[in-house]
């Protein structure tokens, strides 16, 4: 009779736990920026692309809103894309050009991005909370990579983790080079001291190649409760100034290229997903 009793018991307690899992799903919790961090999901981080160059004056503006930015909030991604007479111009801007600027032949810089799509209202650096609205710790979406960089090679490996049936997206994969020691022309007297010219400026998160398609490659199987591991194996590339200061950064789109979760890492770094305990 006890027997009996305590085998409908863990039977009872068995469903409790299922019931717990499924509501993780079901039952979505808050994913404003402010709300809680509900336990099993996963943080949200916001994309920042940004647009610039070493010769605009106007580009320390984004600059300086985006190290704001990252010093209210530790959701913050960011990639620098250099254009035009630029040590670090990037060459191979036009597809992510065409879908982010459609109908526009050159870029008059600055310009920056929130998840790929959305305009950071200016002027950016009296806007930080825009983009900190964009993140959250409530997500189905979770994303982590692990790396060596060794002797002239980069392996990279890139996770993403579905809570809930996801269709039509795509996997951007940035590799991004840090500590970049360049003049940066400044217009802004009330930034950086005022200088027309700063001197050895150091310029971060510069993006120098794209491992997957700049617009994004398709994700597939990407179901409820699936992990999709995608495995990139290449040499440094040539452009690249010191190996030692390569960063990654991964991004997911859906049907209409918006960013929904993002996430940045260091060179021979092994992440964990965001998840929260």
């Not at 863990?10 to 961090?37: F, G, H, R």
């Not at 879908?99 to 009296?126: C, D």
């Not at 409760?225 to 991964?250: D, E, K, Q, Y």
Request: aromatic share 8%; glycine share 4%; with cysteine.
């Amino acid at each position: 009779m006890k027997l009996w009793a305590l085998s409908l018991l863990s039977a009872s307690v068995l469903s409790v736990i299922s019931c717990q899992k499924t509501e993780i799903i079901e039952i979505k919790p808050d994913t404003t920026s402010l709300a809680p961090p509900v336990s099993g999901y996963f943080q949200k981080n916001v994309l920042i692309e940004d647009y610039t160059g070493t010769w605009c004056g106007n580009c320390t503006r984004v600059a300086w809103a985006i190290e704001e930015t990252k010093d209210a909030s530790n959701n913050v991604v960011s990639v620098a894309i250099h254009n035009g007479n630029d040590p670090y111009h990037y060459a191979e801007i036009e597809p992510l050009k065409n879908l982010v600027f459609p109908g526009v032949n050159s870029l008059a810089l600055p310009l920056s991005r929130l998840n790929r799509k959305t305009v950071w209202t200016f002027p950016e650096t009296s806007n930080i909370q825009q983009a900190i609205d964009l993140t959250s710790n409530n997500t189905t979406l979770g994303l982590a990579m692990s790396s060596t960089v060794a002797n002239g090679q980069i392996d990279l490996e890139v996770r993403t983790r579905f809570l809930e049936d996801y269709s039509n997206l795509k996997l951007v994969v940035y590799l991004l080079e840090d500590h970049l020691l360049y003049n940066q022309r400044n217009y802004i007297t009330e930034l950086y001291g005022g200088l027309p010219v700063i001197p050895n400026f150091e310029h971060n998160h510069v993006l120098r190649a794209s491992l997957t398609n700049i617009v994004g490659e398709p994700l597939e199987g990407t179901n409820r409760n699936a992990t999709v591991i995608r495995n990139f194996s290449i040499p440094v590339p040539g452009n690249i100034a010191n190996a030692n200061n390569i960063s990654f950064v991964a991004f997911v789109t859906d049907a209409n290229n918006a960013a929904l979760n993002a996430r940045a890492s260091v060179a021979n770094e092994d992440q964990n997903f965001q998840e929260n305990p």
